[in-house]
């Protein structure tokens, strides 16, 4: 027994360090596994799946920073970890306007990110419209940098003058914060009458919308609703921001419902919790009195006023700013007018070449074979329509006719 006991006594002594330095590393092994299991099977919240995984997609989506990525391709890169993570479906929008955005200026990345357009820009005049997208606005600002007027070809036989951008067609932008007034803008022809752009978006301006005015270099008068998101909309404009910083002082003039409108037209207030202090409120343009009727849990949409008041408070607004129509220099209405009286010439020239086509070409002798030699072409070129085949057939029957051009 002495002797168990010994042997027992020097086991323990030999092993007796290695057995705490065992349990320890057990210990260790089940709190790694304990704190995995949590990770793999606590629901995040999305914002949080969503902030853990967003870089890694962003460089997935853009090549690693090779290339513009769109939003949307940022989300579906991110989707599948997101709903995996959370237990819940990702709505597109919610990812590609609030938690994406929000990332970026959180993290504050400069990254070049591509949204879809969330409202649309169009100059009058000309119908030209922008959507308020990233790249379609690079695009026109592309476009609108090189405006010297073109000598008029056959495809723009009309007396308008082309021009590119505000430069000579119109001299300020109107914003309105919300979509669904394009139709009565345009038969009160407000754009036409005050030569402005007409720019609307879908709530908060986007940050192609800023981008857009920031270059333009012509004023932005904004209407809005009388509510803390109405002001928020146009301090955004007037300031730049984590997400938008501009490059020079764009003049923004507020045309927002005011207390004085309210009473004029007799609007009925409706009930608004007022999130926001009276000092964000005071640095996005509101009054002392603008800010105690909001913080009595008010606000006024544009919405309530009827179509033709509307159309009164803006035509109002603007003559009271002073907008009025654009007159290009003398020297560009001396080109205009030369421009004119060219496309002039030119359309009475092709009516009367016009005619005496139309009187020709009914008196042709037409081929009896015409079908097969439609077919014989479209077999040679295969890509080509069969409209496409009887215009080269009328073609070449002209030059054996009259023989080729020089």
């Known amino acids: 027994m002495e002797l168990d006991v010994a042997l027992s006594n020097l086991v323990t002594g030999v092993t007796k360090k290695w057995a705490r330095?065992?349990?320890?590393?057990?210990?260790?092994?089940?709190?790694?596994?304990?704190?995995?299991?949590?990770?793999?099977?606590?629901?995040a919240?999305?914002?949080?799946?969503a902030y853990e995984v967003i870089e890694q997609a962003y460089r997935k989506a853009s090549g690693d920073g090779r290339y513009p990525a769109n939003a949307r391709q940022i989300m579906y890169a991110a989707r599948g970890y997101i709903q995996e993570r959370t237990g819940e479906r990702l709505v597109d929008n919610y990812f590609t306007q609030t938690l994406l955005p929000a990332y970026m200026?959180?993290?504050?990345?400069s990254w070049d990110v591509v949204f879809d357009a969330r409202g649309h820009f169009t100059e009058p005049h000309t119908g030209a419209g922008v959507p308020l997208g990233t790249l379609a606005v690079r695009r026109y600002l592309q476009g609108a940098a090189h405006d010297e007027p073109s000598e008029p070809g056959i495809e723009e036989l009309r007396s308008t003058f082309p021009t590119k951008g505000p430069v000579n067609r119109y001299g300020a932008v109107l914003f309105i914060e919300k979509e669904g007034f394009d139709q009565i803008l345009a038969a009160a022809h407000i754009a036409e009458r005050f030569d402005l752009a007409v720019m609307s978006t879908k709530g908060m301006s986007v940050i192609a919308s800023r981008l857009l005015i920031d270059r333009l270099g012509v004023p932005v008068f904004v209407l809005h609703d009388f509510d803390q998101a109405g002001f928020s909309i146009l301090g955004t404009l007037r300031r730049s921001t984590r997400r938008y910083s501009f490059s020079g002082q764009v003049k923004v003039i507020d045309l927002g419902l005011?207390?004085?409108d309210i009473e004029q037209y007799g609007l009925e207030p409706e009930a608004q919790r007022l999130t926001q202090d009276p000092s964000t409120l005071r640095r996005n343009g509101a009054s002392a009195a603008d800010?105690?009727?909001?913080?009595?849990?008010?606000?006024?949409?544009?919405?309530?006023?009827?179509?033709?008041?509307?159309?009164e408070l803006i035509e109002t607004k603007l003559a009271a700013a002073g907008v009025g129509k654009v007159i290009p220099d003398p020297a560009l209405l001396a080109s205009a007018y030369r421009r004119a009286t060219q496309v002039a010439l030119l359309n009475r020239a092709i009516d009367a070449a016009a005619e005496a086509a139309s009187t020709t070409a009914a008196a042709v002798e037409l081929p009896e074979d015409l079908a097969a030699q439609v077919q014989d072409h479209l077999q040679q070129h295969p890509q080509a329509p069969w409209d496409a085949a009887v215009a080269e057939l009328a073609d070449r029957a002209l030059d054996d006719e009259h023989g080729s051009a020089p």
């Open 21 to 43: 330095q065992r349990k320890r590393e057990e210990r260790s092994r089940q709190a790694a596994s304990n704190r995995a299991y949590v990770f793999r099977h606590r629901r």
């Open 45 to 49: 919240t999305l914002k949080d799946a």
């Open 105 to 109: 200026e959180d993290h504050r990345v």
């Open 258 to 260: 005011t207390m004085q």
């Open 291 to 311: 800010i105690a009727f909001l913080q009595g849990g008010q606000r006024v949409e544009l919405n309530m006023l009827s179509s033709d008041e509307l159309v």
